[in-house]
Nanobody, 121 residues
Framework: QVQLAESGGGLVQPGGSLRLSCAAS????????MGWYRQAPGKQREMVAG???????NYADSVKGRFTISRDNAKNTVYLQMNNLIAEDTAVYSC???????????????WGQGTQVTVSS
């Protein structure tokens, strides 16, 4: 079993910054795709940013130039640096990881518990 532990959410004013962290733990062979998703009230969950095992990244158009995703493979951790935050960024942010486990031939998808990000004056 693999667990994803998130941290870094909170309340921030428009224009502020926040850094989210998500660490995967367990019998991990490798972490492949890792990403951040968010869901605001009344809206579908959307992918904010993703990063592959080789370091390739992908961002939603709404966050390009403001958010940066990165990973530390040695720590099985993914980060999301959020700058120039706006009210529309308010949502529950969840970490997603596609993880290969020892003894399992097929990678599995895991989700973190979610952390609230609120951008408000």
């Amino acid at each position: 079993q693999v667990q994803l532990a998130e941290s870094g959410g909170g309340l921030v004013q428009p224009g502020g910054s926040l850094r989210l962290s998500c660490a995967a733990s367990g019998r991990i062979f490798s972490t492949y795709f890792m990403g951040w998703y968010r869901q605001a009230p009344g809206k579908q969950r959307e992918m904010v940013a993703g990063i592959g095992s080789g370091g390739s990244t992908n961002y939603a158009d709404s966050v390009k130039g403001r958010f940066t995703i990165s990973r530390d493979n040695a720590k099985n951790t993914v980060y999301l640096q959020m700058n120039n935050l706006i009210a529309e960024d308010t949502a529950v942010y969840s970490c997603n990881g596609v993880v290969g486990e020892f003894g399992s031939a097929t990678p599995r998808t895991y989700w973190g518990q979610g952390t609230q990000v609120t951008v408000s004056s």
